[in-house]
């Protein structure tokens, strides 16, 4: 029994997650832990051991509550992948909302135009350049295609 939970164990290890086989062999280490800090304690009679035996319990309890998160989540992850099998229009959340602004004003639906601020720079002019727009990514993949055409 003892070598088959540790053949278990150590498959554990290289499987993504948190398994069953890992969480129990954590719980009892901790637990172990936490006994030694008492007998420490009870010889020693130092407030060291109840310190530590404060943190090895937040820590115990941080790796549980970890551990049930990523359980949660997995479930959820599960239910979205169901209701993605199934398709569209299942109540699933992959349908889009239509939201009505109630405060916005009714009426004409026209674009008002604001006035122009400031002015208009023209873009700067490299040597050689013709126009304004030989700068422009578009006449930039022109030339591109000239010079793979000459090539």
């Not at 939970?5 to 498959?11: G, H, R, Y």
């Not at 208009?120 to 727009?133: M, P």
């Not at 578009?138 to 591109?144: C, F, H, T």
Request: charged share 30%; proline share 3%; net charge negative.
């Amino acid at each position: 029994m003892a070598s088959e939970f540790i053949t278990s164990l150590w498959e554990s290890i290289f499987t993504p997650g948190p398994t069953p086989v890992l969480l129990v062999a954590t719980n009892v280490t901790f637990a172990a832990l936490q006994t030694i800090f008492l007998l420490l304690l009870i010889a020693t009679y130092s407030i060291h051991f109840v310190i530590l035996s404060f943190l090895c319990g937040g820590l115990w309890w941080a790796i549980n509550w970890f551990a049930a998160e990523l359980k949660i989540e997995r479930k959820k992850e599960e239910q979205r992948k169901k209701a993605q099998a199934t398709g569209p229009g299942d109540g699933s959340d992959t349908e889009a909302e239509t939201v009505v602004d109630d405060d916005a004003p009714s009426g004409s639906k026209e674009v008002e135009v604001l006035e122009a601020k400031g002015e208009l720079k023209a873009r700067s002019q490299r040597k050689g350049a013709g126009s304004k727009s030989e700068v422009s990514t578009e006449d930039e993949w022109e030339k591109v295609g000239e010079n793979e055409k000459d090539k």
